[in-house]
């Protein structure tokens, strides 16, 4: 069932991420990639190869442990728009596209992802997907005099027995949805107050791990219901309260 969207005028949204993953790919070529990066270079002019180093732990016969650091090697490829505020991370088992920009929209979040996964599907021709999903990670500016998290929100942390009170903490809990099938993850962080007013990061992550063929229309649909829990679950996390603050 399709949920409805609340409208809010000062999005709190900070981090959108959006990400495709699929069995790894034989013959990986960073090249392909970055010819691919050409035809998007007026939005996305800088591309970074991605390097890693892996860390071998090696045991010998006389129990003695030895710990080497092989050469860096290629994990993958960024490209990223000028301020490096929005960029795709692309290896061979993940596609990821992430935006700090201010938050515009769905369709406009989801169709900058969708034109370079199109022209990277094209080039790789990837049959099946081992998962999708969706990351937001919103900070509400709450009032310095600020007393009661459950105010603004209807996951807190409380305690009756003692007379302090609490001034930052990090709860963080997962969870899943067996009608979809889907897992999430949600983060709640109060922060240190600031001069104005008080952090508040509400991160929330819905993935699907269910595998799905490659088709336009299929993974649309998908990304909508993944949507449309990830709305629920914020919908449901905050107060009428807080929904003031951001409208």
């Not at 990670?137 to 003692?162: A, E, G, H, Q, S």
């Not at 001034?167 to 009608?179: P, T």
């Not at 269910?210 to 919908?235: H, S």
């Amino acid at each position: 069932m399709e949920v409805k969207e609340d409208y809010y005028e000062n999005s709190p949204i900070i981090l959108s991420m959006i990400q495709f993953r699929y069995d790894k790919i034989d013959g990986f070529d960073v090249d392909v990639i970055k010819k691919m990066a050409k035809k998007v270079e007026t939005t996305f002019p800088v591309v970074n190869q991605r390097f890693v180093h892996n860390i071998v732990v090696n045991n010998d016969k006389n129990s003695k442990t030895s710990v080497s650091i092989e050469d860096q090697q290629v994990d993958g490829v960024q490209v990223m728009s000028k301020n490096r505020q929005e960029f795709f991370t692309i290896t061979d088992t993940k596609f990821t596209f992430q935006s700090h920009e201010k938050y515009t929209g769905w369709d406009n979040f989801r169709d900058k992802a969708f034109q370079f996964w199109h022209l990277f599907n094209n080039s790789f021709n990837i049959k099946e997907l081992s998962g999708v999903s969706l990351r937001y990670v919103n900070r509400i500016n709450l009032p310095l005099d600020l007393k009661r998290i459950d105010k603004y929100f209807t996951t807190y942390i409380k305690d009756d027995n003692n007379t302090f009170s609490i001034a930052n903490f990090q709860l963080k809990f997962s969870s899943f949805d067996k009608e979809n099938k889907f897992r999430f993850n949600i983060s709640h962080l109060l922060d240190a107050p600031l001069d104005e007013y008080v952090p508040y990061i509400f991160d929330i992550d819905v993935l699907s791990d269910v595998r799905i063929e490659n088709k336009n229309d299929l993974l649309l649909a998908l990304f909508e219901k993944i949507r449309d829990k990830k709305n629920k679950l914020f919908n449901d996390g905050i107060t009428d309260e807080t929904k003031k603050l951001i409208s």
